[in-house]
């Protein structure tokens, strides 16, 4: 069992930056491809970044990159999503996921563990 809980969230302006960390329980933490999922009102939730076990491999949604990085801490069982240059469509809840498995991949569904999410409004 893992329980994720995120924290980072808040308001900012345009071409602002924030800095999602999602901290993990257990000790298998490494064990875990780790993804963040954002999503808006009315819209599914989609993947925006993940990581594989070992910080090695990253991937990230199209319109985010250059602008996010994703990052992982396997001694503090944390996963950081730094964001810079956000956009008023970066506006979500952001979610962190695991997934008990080497590969990172998009589906939520693939997902085994997942936090509450924190929200980020990015105002104009």
């Known amino acids: 069992q893992v329980q994720l809980v995120e924290s980072g969230g808040g308001l900012v302006q345009a071409g602002g930056s924030l800095r999602l960390s999602c901290a993990a329980s257990?000790?298998?933490?490494?064990?875990?491809?780790m993804g963040w999922f954002r999503q808006a009102p009315g819209k599914e939730r989609e993947f925006v970044a993940g990581?594989?076990?070992?910080?090695?491999?990253?991937w990230y949604l199209d319109s985010v990159k250059g602008r996010f990085t994703i990052s992982r801490d396997n001694a503090k069982n944390t996963v950081y999503l730094q964001m810079d240059s956000l956009k008023s469509e970066d506006t979500a809840v952001y979610y962190c996921?695991?997934?008990?498995?080497?590969?990172?991949?998009?589906?939520?569904?693939?997902?085994?563990?997942w936090g509450k999410g924190t929200q980020v409004t990015v105002s104009s």
């Open positions: 996921a695991a997934r008990n498995s080497w590969f990172v991949v998009k589906e939520p569904h693939a997902y085994d563990y």
């Open positions: 257990g000790r298998t933490f490494s064990s875990y491809s």
């Open positions: 990581i594989n076990r070992s910080g090695g491999s990253t």
